[in-house]
């Protein structure tokens, strides 16, 4: 009978040690196991973020000359306009006459089609501006009269009517990258002579497109005749040039679209 006794307490306790070694070894996971786990995790966490995207890559070479040549084309006529933003937008009438300096020269009549081709090879595809009359530059009237029913402009020739005017440049590639379809171009930028309708030799340059037009500061030149800027010249002069950003999204059918341009 006490033998029995003994064995059944035998039992209970073994019983309860097992109990406790169950208790505690859930203690040590909750406290321990998962604290570590939580704190592998909460790292893993902090190191991911700290990598570069993936994403991010450096333009290749032919991007870099597409954006380069569409950059040069903004800035020769749009560089006034600048910054390019959601503050500042590009105005609907600065963006239809940029087609038409894109189209080269005044003729009686200009298919919508071809403005709007223009419009999406520099603006993209799901670009913002509309077509409507296109305004002479001398703000005296119509220079094309907008036809919705033709989808046509028709040249209106009441009168004279002069180019834009223009800061031929030189524009010198600093960094880029890729994200996704987001481009993001540093240039610096040296404005030749502003001129209106028929420019002259290029004898000065400057840093700013409103020193162009003042003919004030120029950082190169005078010289004598017509110059293009040597390697030698830039670095002299690169310190000292703002830095000019553009923003372009790469569309569906393959246009780099102008979104932004911060000058810094």
């Keep these: 009978m006490k033998e029995k006794k003994n064995k059944k307490l035998i039992t209970i306790i073994i ?64 560089a006034t306009s ?5 503050e ?3 105005a609907n009438q600065s963006a239809l006459n940029f087609t038409l300096v894109k189209i080269g020269t ?5 298919l919508e089609s071809e403005i709007e081709q223009i419009l999406q090879t520099y603006f993209g595809k799901n670009h913002p501006y509309k077509h409507e009359n296109i305004n002479c530059l001398a703000n005296d009237g119509v220079l094309y ?8 402009y028709t040249f209106q020739n009441t009168h004279g009517h002069g180019g834009p005017g223009s800061a ?7 960094a880029g990258t890729v994200e996704n379809n987001k481009y993001i171009v540093n240039v610096h930028i040296l404005y030749g002579n502003y001129c209106g309708d028929i420019c002259g030799p290029i004898i000065n ?11 004030k500061n120029a950082i190169l030149g ?14 002299k002069v690169s310190s000292t040039i703002p830095t000019t950003t553009f923003t372009l999204e790469k569309d569906i059918e393959g246009n780099y679209g102008l979104k932004s341009v911060i000058i810094r």
């Design 15 to 78: 019983i309860l040690a097992l109990c406790l070694f169950g208790s505690m070894s859930y203690i040590i996971y909750d406290k321990v196991l998962i604290q570590e786990q939580k704190e592998e995790k909460e790292k893993n966490t902090l190191e991911q973020e700290e990598k570069p995207d993936n994403n991010v890559r450096d333009l290749n070479e032919t991007e870099k000359e597409q954006i380069l040549s569409q950059i040069k084309d903004y800035t020769t006529s749009l």
């Design 82 to 86: 600048y910054p390019i933003d959601n």
């Design 88 to 90: 500042h937008p590009l």
């Design 106 to 110: 005044l003729r009686e009549n200009i």
């Design 145 to 152: 009269q907008y036809d919705s029913t033709k989808r046509e």
């Design 168 to 174: 031929q440049s030189e524009i010198y590639y600093v």
């Design 205 to 215: 340059y400057y840093k700013t497109i409103e020193d162009s037009m003042n003919g």
């Design 222 to 235: 005078p010289y004598n005749d017509s110059h293009t800027i040597t390697d030698e010249e830039y670095k």
